[in-house]
């Protein structure tokens, strides 16, 4: 029996459904091992194969979805009469509504749980992956971890309506480090303080937030490639933005902020994007 790995296949940026956090942004690192026997030309499984069959399963499975632990007391999932869209509603001991999202059905990922953690999730998205491989392969293993940050990070939650691709889902997430530069200098203070700011944060494009009838709930909604999207969730954690939520304009964002509370410096942010991608700004004096 031989065992063939890949580190850091790729990245799960999701948001997740918590009872006390809200929707929290999340970005799991994937490391995949193969355990098989050797095939005719000597491997257990061709690494272009791999990243290419198991990267394009993860990638079109959780990654970019709004994940929902099924099991969850104050849950309740609907779908559709044709099956196409969800509306997810989420309430407290009291009864209280705290979240509401309706969906194109392909935006959520339902996990068999009550809540979701890296070890409810791995075996449904391994059993997934056995199901694709060739007979030679006996067991895909997993190994789901967060990116290991000494500094400050967040977490957010955001929706793209322009984006072509599966940005545009209005509840998806990550998990992401911050740095800034004051005058050259790391300034791990100002980190630390935007990191609080933005601690599970979900962040709003001013023209996409609509009138809510539900109190103490913000309603953010649009109309994008995929379909209809709609989210009602706690005033507390909603942010406002003037700009869509890019990177490049989270980025631009920040260093505009900093530069304007403290307007005697000059400021350089690099915001990320999950794991090693995102943007840099630097304000204008």
Known sequence: MSRLFVDH????????????RGVVGESWI????????????GMVF????????????????????FVVPLALPGLTLTETDDG??????????????K???????????????????IEAARPALEAHL????PANVRKVHLRLHTEQIDGAFYHYAHGLKKHQGDCQRLCHGHRSR??????????????QDWAQRFADVYLVTREDRLASAEPGLTH????????????????????EMTTDTTVELIAAHLAAELGREQPQHQWRVKAFEGVRKGAIAESRS
């Not at 296949?9 to 918590?18: G, I, K, P, Q, R």
């Not at 196409?84 to 509504?97: F, K, P, S, T, V």
């Not at 911050?178 to 980190?191: K, N, P, Q, S, Y």
């Open 9 to 20: 296949l790729t990245v799960l940026d999701f948001s997740y459904l918590h009872p006390h």
């Open 30 to 41: 994937v490391d995949v091992e193969l355990e098989g026997d050797l095939n005719d030309e």
């Open 46 to 65: 061709d690494f272009g194969h791999v990243k290419k069959l198991l990267k394009q399963a993860l990638d079109g499975g959780m990654d970019h979805t």
């Open 84 to 97: 196409e869209r969800l509306d997810i509603e989420y309430r407290d001991a009291n009864g209280q509504l």
């Open 99 to 117: 979240l509401r999202y309706q969906a194109p059905r392909e935006a959520v990922f339902q996990l068999d749980s009550a809540s979701v953690s």
């Open 130 to 133: 056995n199901t694709l491989v």
């Open 178 to 191: 911050l740095e800034i530069w004051r005058d050259g200098e790391r300034d791990t203070e100002a980190e």
């Open 220 to 239: 953010v909604g649009y109309d994008a490639e995929q379909g209809r999207f709609d989210v009602w969730l706690s005033d507390a954690q909603c942010y």
